[in-house]
Every structure is written in structure tokens, then in C-alpha cells.
């Protein structure tokens, strides 16, 4: 399996470096892979991981401090964590959205997300990956509404991580950070959680039993789902 984690904190480009170890710490932390109250890596391994200076890497993870995503602490058990409670989406915009780029984030989850559900079942998983499948399935079933999103991103990457390639790990990560932009500036309704959450667990089912072409069917029906709800609020 490979995980979210490598697949995220990957070297960055030269030429934006600040501003690339920003967005990829963050990407970490608002997909659910390092969870609130969790440690990130130590400096010296993200420094390494992501190809910056310790310099760079401190005026990221300061940056984010002050934005509230993470706090450090001093002493043996020290490091930084990620903050309990993490600051609010930006209230939801009234700009309109960008048309072609609305549909083109759309259009690129689905063509990944349900080509890695029906990649996912066709492998012979093993033990972990599938105690992987099943433990992120129920956070996300768990989770109140304050953290569901999070959990939920969780498992779509979880079903990404067990195809067992990473180029699609971080193509999955990338575009589920867009789709994540876009329910930000929508409301969360719990009726729709309840139907979510039916459909994910139909697709981990699915991806557990074997069945690429149900599996797949499971996760277009999900998607379809999510990109309806964000064209009647956005589009």
C-alpha cells in the first residue's frame, strides 16, 4: 500500500518552495491524513520528504501556526501538532464560481476516484489494507459534523492508498483538495451524510468482495451524488 502520507509530502518545486510547503502541509491536515491533536513528522524528516531547508520549513509550519492550523511544543514530547479544534472554512463565498474550472474538478474526480475503486478491487488486498478500508470507513461514520468532511476525505484517499500506486494516491489527493474548496462554500446537510455514508460503505463492500465493475458503480453513484449537491448551490 502506499500511503497518503508519502504520497503528500513529496519534494516540492524549487521555485515556490515556501509556498508549496504550505499548501502540501495543509493538504495533509484538511484531507484527515495527520488528524487534530496529531504529530506531524519531525523537521528534520518533512525537510528531507519535501526537498526544503529547515528554514523554509519553519516559516511554513510558523505560517500555519499563526493561522491556527498548528501549535508546537517544547520538550521531550514536544513537536508540532496539529491543532485540536482547526479554524472555520471562510465563510462561504458569493463570488461566482469560475464555470469551466467548477466542471473540470468535477469531471477529474470522477474519472480517478471511480477508476481507483474499480483499481482497488481488482487487487488482492491484504490484511492491513483492508483493516485500512474498514478502520477509515468507520471514522468517517462516526465522525459529527464538525469533522466530517475531513473523515470523509480520509476514506476516499484510504480506497486510493490500497491500489498501491501512488501517482494515483497524490492525482486523487490533489483533485479531492479541489472538490474540498467547492463543499467548503456549501452547507452541510445531514440527510446527505446519511445517504453518504450508506454509499461508502456499499463501495468498501464492494472493493473487500472483489468486485471491480460494482465497485466502480458504487463510487459514480457517490460522486454523481456530491457533484449534484454542488451544482445546485454553486453552479
Not at 52 to 60: G, W
Not at 210 to 230: F, I, K, N, W, Y
Request: aromatic letters at 4%; charged letters at 25%.
Amino acid at each position: 500500500m502506499v500511503s497518503a502520507n508519502e504520497a503528500l509530502f513529496r519534494p516540492v518545486r524549487a521555485g515556490n518552495a515556501f509556498e508549496e510547503t504550505v499548501e502540501r502541509l495543509l493538504q495533509a491536515i484538511r484531507l484527515g491524513v495527520v488528524g487534530a491533536g496529531e504529530r506531524l513528522p519531525s523537521e528534520r524528516e518533512l525537510a528531507e520528504r519535501l526537498g526544503v531547508s529547515r528554514v523554509t520549513l519553519r516559516e511554513a509550519i510558523r505560517a500555519l501556526a499563526d493561522a491556527g492550523y498548528v501549535v508546537s511544543r517544547r520538550g521531550r514530547y514536544g513537536g508540532t501538532f496539529v491543532s485540536e479544534v482547526l479554524p472555520e472554512p471562510a465563510a462561504r463565498a458569493t463570488a461566482a464560481v469560475d464555470a469551466a474550472a467548477f466542471e473540470d474538478a468535477l469531471c477529474l474526480r470522477y474519472v480517478l476516484e471511480t477508476g481507483a475503486a474499480e483499481a482497488a478491487a481488482a487487487r488482492t488486498l491484504s490484511p492491513g489494507d483492508r483493516q485500512h478500508l474498514t478502520g477509515t470507513l468507520a471514522e468517517a461514520e462516526a465522525a459529527g459534523l464538525g469533522d466530517y468532511r475531513r473523515r470523509d476525505a480520509r476514506l476516499h484517499l484510504a480506497i486510493a492508498e490500497v491500489t498501491a500506486s501512488g501517482s494515483l494516491t497524490t492525482a486523487v489527493a490533489d483533485a479531492r483538495t479541489r472538490v474540498s474548496q467547492l463543499l467548503d462554500r456549501i452547507p452541510l446537510l445531514e440527510p446527505n451524510l446519511e445517504h453518504s455514508n450508506a454509499q461508502h460503505e456499499a463501495i468498501v463492500d464492494a472493493i473487500l468482495a472483489g468486485d471491480p465493475e460494482a465497485a466502480r458503480q458504487a463510487m459514480a453513484e457517490h460522486v454523481e451524488g456530491t457533484a449534484s449537491l454542488l451544482r445546485a448551490f454553486l453552479a
